[in-house]
């Protein structure tokens, strides 16, 4: 009895705390607090799902840089990943709340541009979640038309059934998010160790059964088969894979509202899934490399999936191959879960805060799931428009998702430059959270600045010379687009109605939300 009671305590404490962190951010506890850290860790490492997004897009690397460019892109692109994570945990340790990013920016961000950054900074980041959300489903869609062509050679795979495939998945993971709320932090923690567990049965798989390529093959073979006169661009195009495989690392960040110890918790969990996710990432590519001894199959063969050569050379079995794919298929399906979960609570939150049009319906919570559904069912109806633009043309689609990792990575880099600048106002000090990087901080800042920088110019450039419709990269002119769009949406609409995250809570005297213990206050646009 006595256990329980201090256990009861204990929990009080934290949920507590958590309020009074919430509060400190301006806003008042809406959603239920049941996610722990386990749930937090699955979801951070499942919505990556580095491995299994290297699977998927491991064979674009052939065409510039090759093996040796996706190995040591890997590393860099690991330690680069890093030290985003930890800038944006530390922010996330301080204000643990659904915005994220945009929050974020509005809190560090100088006074005379918080307003429009913060309005840029969330727009950016709700159409770079959308994008990822539409990346997923065609990435699980294309997989299931591999597993179809592998077994039933006659199959002809056709745009539509994949648009299908992916309303069909879109509409699943979307209520599942309506009606199994309640359970999503179980099937989180479940995914992470699903997650974790088919890595390890699927290397252990490959190394056992292929026969293995020769060390120079791996880690000294360079491609540039883009027409690149400069081997330094080609080599340097290579690192996308992995970029791409690591990117969307602030999932968790938008649960943030419904976990535990947020402040604590969060930044653990970020870190925690980049940690399991790099070393299970670079791991996983070095067997792929390894049990490829026929790179011209792997490229050209018939079922559009390269990773399933690749098992057809280690196991040369129809069925083992089908059953690794599936389990890559699974985790896809998990991560699904996650990214609308966090998408949604992303829209809310900027719905919340006026920053999209009808932000009543848009940040509406359900009493029947405590959940907002209208936000889930505003992402299920965007997905379904974006798969149909695959019917009449995959080049299209593919220019809208290529708008995933480019947003996420102006995403990061926006918040991560007003903080780091922000440690200089020693009229405005950063009051840290519990979790922070002390002395460090600012040297994370900049090499975390310097990889998304990076990135930022090399994701728009085109797979190969010379550049025509069909490989044209369009990530640069959609997100060109859309940015332009944002701003003309502010200047028309957005600058009469969003003042900045508004705050919901007055600040109570000596409590942690209090002015003269945290810094919140002279962000606000008071409600």
Not at 322 to 351: D, K, P
Request: hydrophobic share 55%.
């Amino acid at each position: 009895m006595g256990v329980s009671n201090h256990v009861a305590e204990a929990t009080a404490l934290v949920d507590a705390s958590d309020q009074a962190a919430l509060e400190a951010a301006g806003k008042k506890q809406v959603l239920k607090r049941e996610w722990n850290f386990w749930a937090a860790l699955g979801m951070a490492a499942t919505t990556l799902c580095t491995w299994e997004a290297t699977s998927a897009l491991f064979a674009g690397a052939y065409t510039n840089g090759g093996p040796a460019s996706v190995v040591y892109g890997f590393i860099v692109s690991i330690i680069g990943t890093v030290c985003i994570a930890a800038s944006l945990a530390e922010m996330a340790s301080i204000s643990p709340i659904a915005g994220a990013q945009y929050h974020w920016t509005a809190e560090h961000s100088p006074p005379q541009v918080r307003v429009f950054m913060s309005w840029i900074q969330g727009w950016v980041t709700v159409v770079g979640w959308q994008a990822a959300i539409a990346s997923v489903c065609f990435i699980m869609a294309s997989v299931v038309q591999g597993l179809i062509a592998i077994n039933h050679p006659s199959y002809v795979a056709e745009r539509w059934h994949a648009t299908l495939l992916m309303i069909a998945f879109n509409f699943f993971a979307c209520l599942a998010n309506i009606f199994a709320r309640g359970i999503l932090p179980i099937t989180e923690t479940l995914s992470g160790f699903l997650h974790v567990l088919f890595f390890f049965v699927i290397m252990i798989a490959l190394l056992a059964t292929s026969e293995k390529a020769d060390n120079a093959d791996v880690w000294a073979s360079f491609i540039n088969g883009g027409g690149w006169s400069n081997d330094g661009v080609s080599f340097c195009l290579g690192f996308i894979t992995p970029a791409f495989a690591l990117a969307g690392i602030e999932s968790v960040v938008h649960m943030s509202e419904e976990t535990h110890n947020a402040p604590t918790t969060i930044p653990r969990a970020m870190i925690g899934g980049v940690a399991i996710n790099g070393i299970c990432g670079f791991a996983y590519i070095l067997t792929i490399l390894y049990a490829i001894t026929d790179a011209d199959a792997v490229l050209t063969g018939t079922t559009g999936q390269p990773i399933l050569e690749v098992f057809m050379q280690a196991t040369n079995s129809v069925k083992a191959s089908s059953a690794m794919l599936c389990a890559v298929e699974v985790i896809f399906g998990f991560a699904l879960f996650g990214v609308i979960a966090s998408q949604s609570r992303l829209m809310w939150a900027f719905g919340r805060d006026r920053g999209l049009p009808f932000p009543a319906f848009v940040s509406h919570i359900t009493a029947f799931n405590q959940a907002p559904t209208n936000a889930i069912l505003i992402t299920f109806s965007v997905t379904c428009v974006l798969s149909l633009i695959n019917i009449a043309s995959t080049t299209a689609f593919n220019a809208l998702i290529a708008l995933s990792t480019l947003g996420f990575y102006f995403s990061y880099i926006i918040p991560i430059i007003v903080f780091a600048l922000r440690r200089f106002n020693t009229e405005n000090p950063i009051r840290f959270g519990p979790w922070n990087m002390g002395k460090i901080g600012l040297t994370v800042n900049i090499l975390a600045m310097a990889f998304c920088t990076f990135l930022i110019i090399f994701l728009p450039f085109p797979p190969a010379l010379p550049i025509t419709g069909t490989n044209m990269n369009y990530a640069a002119p959609v997100f060109i687009f859309v940015m332009g769009c944002a701003i003309l949406f502010y200047f028309v609409v957005g600058k009469k109605v969003y003042h900045g995250p508004i705050r919901e809570v007055e600040d109570v005297p000596g409590s942690l939300g209090s002015s003269s213990e945290v810094v919140h206050d002279y962000m606000f646009h008071k409600e």
